[in-house]
């Protein structure tokens, strides 16, 4: 028998989480409803969750802060709820690596809908057939399986997209993609992002390989097209 897959529901207002775990569990999840930014925490580190639903605005923190402390120990993708429009949350939601961000009101089975596009490309993306080897450049090494990108073995520190974005450039190293092309491979749900967020992403990446590199840049930006991976000479 299939275990079912867990999700964690961080949510304080009743009616809202009683509507996304009935939409949820109709799907066939297990859900758990917790109210408190630290109550999800010690669940995520004690259980065994494949995707988390942070409300933004929660009675002990701010939804963006949990995301913060979780990434320093799991790397599970995670949905942002929030009862505001403001295009700035959403931009710093998605810039911080979130996985999908949904403004209330919304249609509990489109929750449900996007929860399993996440997985999908989650699993999508743990997963590569033996015989499709990456190029890369000998100084990187790619470990899928535990989603780690390393220089000269030594393990970078990137988010979620970071690492989605790096890697791609380096399997590819000469091939120029499209701002929008970066978004369909790597973003869960590219209509509802901006390119402005691959430029973000860009950035942060930059500044931690020039760090690694001694000031090189190795990300090549070809203007009004996108960006490519500098193979060496």
Avoid at 72 to 92: G, K, N, W, Y
Avoid at 186 to 193: E, G, K, Q, T, Y
Wanted: charged residues 30%.
């Amino acid at each position: 028998m299939q275990v079912p897959v867990r999700i964690l529901v961080v949510e304080d207002e009743p009616a809202i989480a009683e509507t996304i775990l009935y939409a949820l569990r109709k799907e066939g999840f297990d859900c758990l409803n917790v109210t408190l930014g630290r109550e999800a925490l010690a669940q995520i580190e004690a259980g065994e969750f494949a995707l988390a639903i942070f409300d933004v605005g929660l009675p002990d923190c701010n939804g963006f802060d949990l995301y913060r402390q979780l990434r320093q120990f799991s790397e599970i993708p995670v949905m942002f709820l929030t009862a505001r429009a403001d295009e700035v949350d959403r931009i710093v939601g998605l810039e911080m690596g979130a996985d999908d961000y949904v403004t209330k009101p919304f249609s509990p089975r489109e929750v449900a809908a996007r929860v399993k596009v996440i997985l999908r490309r989650a699993a999508l993306s743990g997963s590569r057939p033996e015989k499709e080897q990456p190029r890369q450049s000998p100084t990187f090494r790619i470990d899928d399986a535990a989603n780690r990108i390393y220089f000269a073995e030594q393990a970078i520190a990137l988010t979620r997209y970071e690492y989605h974005l790096l890697r791609t450039l380096l399997e590819h190293p000469d091939h120029i993609f499209s701002r929008d092309a970066l978004m369909q491979r790597i973003w869960v749900a590219p209509d509802h992002s901006m390119e402005r967020t691959v430029d973000a992403h860009v950035k942060t990446l930059r500044a931690k390989l020039r760090e690694l590199l001694g000031g090189d840049d190795p990300i090549e930006t070809h203007r009004g097209i996108g960006y490519s991976w500098k193979r060496k000479q």
